[in-house]
């Protein structure tokens, strides 16, 4: 297993790790987060930490939020675990799922901080350089892991693939070559024109 590989399953099981708890608490117990923070719940408090950032997560859940993270905890973390099953088994088709799943996780997280810049950040509780570092600063792994796991298997696409390519252009000009050489030869035989005439025998 490479190094490649380690990391990618370390981030899948620090994506994992994050979903089956903060998130899926989230999901499950988002209506009463204020009262069981209040109540010194763990997870509850974590979130409360984050509410400053954006109240989708505590005060007000949002329903993107519960949207982005409804479809994070049980459909993209299933997928996750197939993914982690074809890399320790070598699977091939390893990389075009990790392509999907690394592409959409990225995409979620640009489109939680576009729809925060078009609000204008609307569900800040407050402003300031400490909520906006915490703001970006929570979402980051996110971005950056994801980003890279979509990059890294579409390089090793494009490695994969690039020889079949070459060799599909290799054979393309052999083919277009001889298409040209024979629609050469094809108005000489109609002329009648093989070369050399061989000298009539005269006397």
């Known amino acids: 297993m490479t190094r490649r590989d380690v990391a990618t399953l370390g981030l899948l099981g620090f994506f994992f790790a994050v979903a089956v708890t903060i998130e899926l608490y989230f999901v499950v117990a988002h209506?009463?987060?204020?009262?069981?923070a209040a109540a010194r719940h763990p997870l509850a408090q974590l979130l409360a930490i984050y509410g400053p950032a954006d109240r989708g997560y505590f005060a007000a859940p949002s329903a993107l939020a519960l949207a982005?993270?409804?479809?994070?905890?049980?459909?993209?973390?299933?997928?996750?675990l197939v993914l982690a099953y074809a890399i320790v088994r070598r699977r091939s088709w390893r990389w075009p799922l990790q392509l999907a799943v690394g592409s959409y996780l990225a995409y979620s997280v640009v489109l939680y901080f576009l729809v925060a810049a078009v609000s204008r950040f609307a569900d800040m509780s407050a402003r300031g350089p400490g909520v906006f570092a915490l703001f970006f600063g929570a979402n980051l792994p996110w971005l950056a892991g994801?980003?890279?796991?979509?990059?890294?298997a579409a390089?090793?696409?494009d490695r994969r693939l690039a020889p079949a390519f070459v060799e599909r252009d290799r054979i393309a000009a052999v083919v277009e070559?001889?298409?040209e050489e024979a629609a050469e030869v094809?108005?000489?035989?109609?002329?009648?024109?093989?070369?050399q005439r061989p000298e009539p025998l005269t006397p």
């Open 186 to 195: 094809e108005p000489r035989r109609e002329r009648g024109d093989y070369g």
């Open 155 to 157: 390089s090793e696409i």
């Open 31 to 36: 209506a009463h987060l204020v009262a069981a």
């Open 146 to 152: 994801a980003g890279w796991m979509a990059w890294s």
């Open 68 to 80: 982005l993270e409804g479809l994070n905890v049980f459909v993209t973390q299933p997928l996750a």
């Open 177 to 179: 070559d001889v298409g």
